[in-house]
């Protein structure tokens, strides 16, 4: 009989069934972002698995977002389970999708990417890795938390973040109800995260602000830099681009901008609606000639209930 037992235990995964840890360093809603959490409905309708619109139609993944191209590269990408590496791709540009559109990304949405075989029929598959950064090769023993490249936005992407999918028997499953996604039904023993993942209305937006001149382009584009430090005094307008990521209903944003005398020169509070994501920019011009050379600095403040977040940026007009 125990012997029965026992032989029951093995070939499951319920005595010891492992967790999902972040594939990414960082601490979701105050240095990373869930930008689009799995689309559980399987008609062209949308809804993530909290019952919430932090998705699109046919996602089927967990994407974690950083703010910008420099934290991207300075971020590691690790495994989130032991396994094999099943496969990698490192040879695809950031970009492509800005750059060329759906054509320069073909088939390879993924873009850089990883797969972990993590037993029982069970696969991550991690993608958008950043190019020439993947650190594992095919055959790869990997524990959780080992790196495996940096966050890049490679293949079909506008923006610097890991994608992760879980896959069952080829079948993609939900990690923050363990269900498989084409029919909601629960997968045994199934690969889920080891830890609860903030709600939207528990994190911190995602805000990011930066100095440019005018004009700014009109589509609104994820920010990939941080904004320039340095502008020319010639330019007949300065911007500030602001850029917020899935606001909540309810969500303040205050902007100030200082020109280098210390004098504020303008003050609005913006409520933002509830698009996925928004820009505002805050232009100062003069039309008299007379440039306001020096430090210009802006304060950009968060508010989401009792949380607060305030980002000051600068630039240097010289
Ligand atoms: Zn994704």
Same mark, same amino acid.
């Given at each position: ?184 039904? @629960?997968?045994?023993? $199934? =690969? #889920?995260?080891?830890?609860? &993942?903030?709600? !939207?209305? /528990?994190? *911190? ?27 020319? @005094?010639?330019?007949? $307008? =300065? #911007?500030?681009?602001?850029? &917020?990521?899935? !606001?909540? /209903?309810? *969500? ?67």
């Amino acid at each position: 009989m125990l012997a029965l037992i026992s032989a029951l235990i093995g070939c499951g995964r319920t005595a010891e069934t492992p967790t999902l840890a972040l594939p990414i360093d960082c601490e979701v809603g105050v240095d990373c972002w869930i930008s689009n959490r799995p689309d559980v409905d399987p008609t062209p309708a949308i809804r993530d698995p909290s019952g919430g619109d932090s998705t699109y139609d046919g996602h089927q993944g967990t994407d974690l977002a950083v703010r910008d191209s420099g934290q991207a590269a300075a971020t590691w990408v690790r495994a989130p389970i032991a396994g094999t590496v099943l496969r990698t791709r490192n040879n695809v540009p950031d970009g492509q999708l800005a750059a060329g559109g759906e054509i320069a990304v073909g088939d390879e949405k993924c873009g850089n990417g990883v797969v972990i075989d993590a037993g029982d029929e069970w696969e991550v598959q991690l993608c958008h890795l950043r190019w020439g950064s993947v650190i594992v090769h095919d055959g790869d023993e990997v524990t959780p938390g080992a790196p495996l490249g940096r966050v890049g936005w490679s293949g079909w992407t506008d923006h610097p973040h890991v994608h992760m999918t879980v896959r069952h028997q080829g079948r993609v499953v939900d990690p923050f109800a363990g269900a498989y996604l084409d029919d909601g039904s @629960a997968a045994e023993n $199934a =690969l #889920v995260w080891g830890a609860a &993942l903030p709600e !939207p209305h /528990e994190m *911190d937006a995602l805000v990011w602000a930066g100095f440019d001149v005018a004009p700014l382009p009109d589509a609104i584009t994820w920010p990939l830099d941080s904004g320039r430090a340095v502008l020319p @005094a010639s330019t007949d $307008a =300065l #911007v500030l681009a602001v850029f &917020l990521w899935r !606001p909540i /209903e309810g *969500d303040v944003v205050q902007v100030t901008l200082k020109a280098p005398d210390g004098t504020r020169t303008s003050s609005e509070v913006v409520q933002p609606n509830t698009r996925p994501r928004q820009v505002w920019r805050v232009t100062k011009s003069w039309p008299d000639g007379e440039r306001p050379v020096g430090l210009w600095t802006a304060e950009v403040t968060w508010r989401r209930g009792d949380r607060t977040r305030t980002l000051h940026t600068t630039t240097v007009l010289e």
